[in-house]
């Protein structure tokens, strides 16, 4: 579990306030402020890698996640152990790039449009109290990438962004692989960035100008290591190679409902970036729930008995409606007929959720890896293998049992096809 820790940082405005990480109990605005972070986790399509980071996100009690590089085909919707995971990708070229949003279930509801505009930009638009909240998450192209590449990134942000309006609270996060650095620039950059600008960091500077946006996460003054995103492969102890390359925009006269912004390295999913949270004054509001549709059982109709029980209702109270009255009326009668007979001799269908193949075992030992995160490698490493054969076993496991699910349903299937089609004997 968090320790209740207190961070002093620096506002917009200069004047000194205090931070309270999320999950404390001394938190006295958790109901008006949402936690939203996003992480490069490189890739959701391993095995295990999504219930990882599900697991994480309830720890840290994360309100809306971002995600680059979840390296999933298509664009669309998926609920996994409760949270619901919106994901933009593309088909030509599957596990690669791909961006994300994670809700918790009991958000859902406050979700209002969902726009994937392509596999490194989508927009999630999200009911809150007083603005609504525009999510746009992103992965910009790396370094190696050309400046043609860059430039038709920045166009398909500015064409999300146009969805949106001016007077909505628009952010703008993920991993845009530049460099800011720690230089001011007049309402775009605070003097709390890491280290010294990149020609892309003054592209990014440069869009941010153009679209009257913040970086919010260079503005809070805290540690290096709460400012680090990404930790290159050639870091060590006597070489430190950690740069600030994820960030969260927000349009400029929206800056100050940003309370902080920082990093979590203890956040543990196996990957080279840290998670970047920052927490925004606001309150999320749910849609109105639309009354589930009830579905009648219609496979209780291949019992012939049942079958035979409702036709004969049917027909008894079918003769009795008054057939002089007007057509809306008849139809009405009927309806109500009908649905009453199939509701009493059928009953409603009922929906069982998926079975998660993830283990208990495989979550204590993910949560004993995290604890030697940063301390202890070799330990961590070891444990991390471990964990990988654990999960592997029980995806397999998990197979055997639904194809023997499917088996088991399809032979009682043709069971009941067949004594449905036989010829009744005289």
Same mark, same amino acid.
């Given at each position: ?128 109290? @007083? ?91 805290? @540690? ?203």
């Amino acid at each position: 579990m968090i320790n209740n820790e207190e961070v002093t940082w620096l506002s917009v405005s200069g004047s000194k306030r205090v931070l309270r990480i999320p999950g404390g109990k001394t938190n006295k605005n958790k109901a008006k402020d949402i936690c939203t972070a996003t992480w490069n986790i490189r890739s959701i399509y391993q095995a295990g890698k999504l219930a990882n980071t599900v697991n994480e996100m309830k720890r840290l009690n994360i309100d809306i996640l971002g995600i680059s590089e979840t390296w999933w085909a298509g664009s669309g919707e998926c609920v996994t152990n409760g949270p619901k995971l919106y994901h933009s990708g593309n088909e030509t070229d599957a596990h690669r790039r791909g961006v994300g949003v994670i809700i918790p279930q009991h958000l859902t509801n406050c979700v209002t449009n969902f726009m994937p505009e392509s596999d490194r930009v989508m927009l999630l638009k999200i009911n809150a109290k @007083p603005l609504t909240l525009n999510i746009i998450q992103v992965y910009a192209p790396t370094f190696d990438k050309s400046e043609e590449e860059v430039e038709d990134f920045y166009a398909e942000v500015t064409k999300v962004l146009k969805l949106t309006r001016r007077h909505e609270l628009n952010i703008i996060m993920g991993d845009f692989n530049a460099k800011v650095g720690d230089e001011k620039v007049e309402n775009v950059c605070g003097n709390f960035g890491l280290g010294v600008r990149n020609c892309r960091g003054d592209r990014l500077v440069q869009y941010c100008q153009e679209q009257n946006l913040r970086i919010m996460n260079t503005y809070f003054k805290l @540690p290096p290591r709460r400012l680090y995103t990404w930790k290159s492969p050639q870091d060590s102890i006597s070489h430190i190679v950690r740069n600030q390359i994820d960030f969260i925009l927000i349009n400029n006269r929206f800056c100050t409902s940003v309370k902080g912004a920082r990093t979590y390295p203890g956040a543990d999913v196996p990957k080279d970036h840290n998670l970047l949270l920052a927490e925004i004054k606001s309150k999320l509001v749910a849609k109105p729930k639309v009354p589930q549709q009830v579905r009648l059982n219609l496979d209780r109709l291949k019992n012939e008995n049942i079958r035979a029980r409702a036709a004969a209702k049917i027909n008894d109270q079918l003769r009795n409606i008054e057939t002089e009255k007007d057509t809306q009326s008849i139809w009405n009668q009927t309806k109500m007929v009908l649905n009453n007979v199939g509701k009493e001799n059928l009953g409603t269908k009922k929906y069982t959720a998926k079975r998660n193949w993830i283990t208990e075992e495989i979550l204590m030992l993910m949560e004993q890896r995290r604890s030697h995160r940063n301390k202890n490698t070799s330990e961590y490493k070891r444990i991390n293998r471990i964990i990988r054969i654990k999960i592997r076993q029980a995806k397999i496991t998990w197979l055997q049992q639904e194809c023997g699910e499917i088996e088991r349903l399809q032979h009682q299937n043709d069971a009941e096809t067949r004594s449905f089609c036989e010829p009744r004997k005289n």
